[in-house]
């Protein structure tokens, strides 16, 4: 069974850049019949699809958020990473990573990693 | 992007209870619509994808129906373990998008 952990700062200062990694186990990044996903949850926004990426290197991010986002695979460690830049108090959230086969469309997301909280305060 | 409007945004139950929660979304979304259950502090779990169908090791008491754009799920005997808040989620287009949540509580 196929288990995702985020990991990375919890607290930054505005304007500096969001670095995420989840490593996956129990499945492999490299598998052409899933996405790989970021997701966050915040009071003000609720659950809200950050963007996501596939083997084959084809990305998808939201529109609200793609000036600032970039995504990456690391295959030799079985992870995948975010990047967000330039953030502010509203980029504050719970961070989660999660899977999505790639029959569902734009993501059904069947594996979630237990979240990483985020915090943005000077 | 499509906006997915959730009814009501809480519910207070009893164990034993049948309890229905609507969602609709802005366009039709064919058959592209899941319902997730998150407990405080923990990720969403998957419950239902493609209206219907129950995910691996979800109980039968759960059920999802509708089409287009309004969609229900149904929790037929509520236990104290469904005690949470549920969302609905399109994946229809590009970005996904979810329910603002019901909560579901005593």
């Known amino acids: 069974q196929v288990q995702l952990q985020e990991s990375g700062p919890g607290l930054l200062k505005p304007s500096q850049t969001l670095s995420l990694t989840c490593t996956v186990s129990?499945?492999?990044?490299?598998?052409?019949?899933?996405?790989w996903n970021w997701i966050r949850q915040s009071a003000g926004k609720g659950l809200e699809c950050i963007g996501r990426?596939?083997?084959?290197?084809?990305?998808d991010y939201n529109p609200s958020l793609q000036s600032r986002v970039t995504t990456s695979l690391d295959t030799s460690r079985n992870q995948f990473s975010l990047r967000l830049t330039s953030v502010t108090a509203a980029d504050a959230a719970v961070y989660y990573c999660?899977?999505?086969?790639?029959?569902?469309?734009?993501?059904?997301?069947?594996?979630w990693g237990p979240g990483t909280l985020v915090t943005v305060s000077s | 992007d499509i906006q997915m409007t959730q009814s009501p945004s809480s519910v207070s139950a009893s164990v034993g209870d049948r309890v229905t929660i609507t969602c609709r979304a802005s366009q039709g979304i064919s058959n592209w619509l899941a319902w997730y259950q998150q407990k405080p502090g923990k990720a969403p779990k998957l419950l239902i994808y493609a209206v219907y169908s129950l995910q691996h090791g979800v109980p039968s008491r759960f059920s999802g129906s509708g089409s287009g754009t309004d969609f229900t799920l149904t929790i037929s005997s509520l236990q104290p373990e469904d005690f949470a808040t549920y969302y609905c989620?399109?994946?229809?287009?590009?970005?996904?998008?979810f329910g603002q949540g019901t909560k579901v509580e005593i």
């Open positions: 129990g499945g492999t990044v490299s598998s052409a019949g899933y996405y």
């Open positions: 989620q399109q994946a229809n287009s590009f970005p996904p998008t």
């Open positions: 999660a899977r999505a086969p790639i029959a569902s469309n734009y993501g059904l997301f069947d594996s």
């Open positions: 990426l596939h083997s084959s290197g084809r990305t």
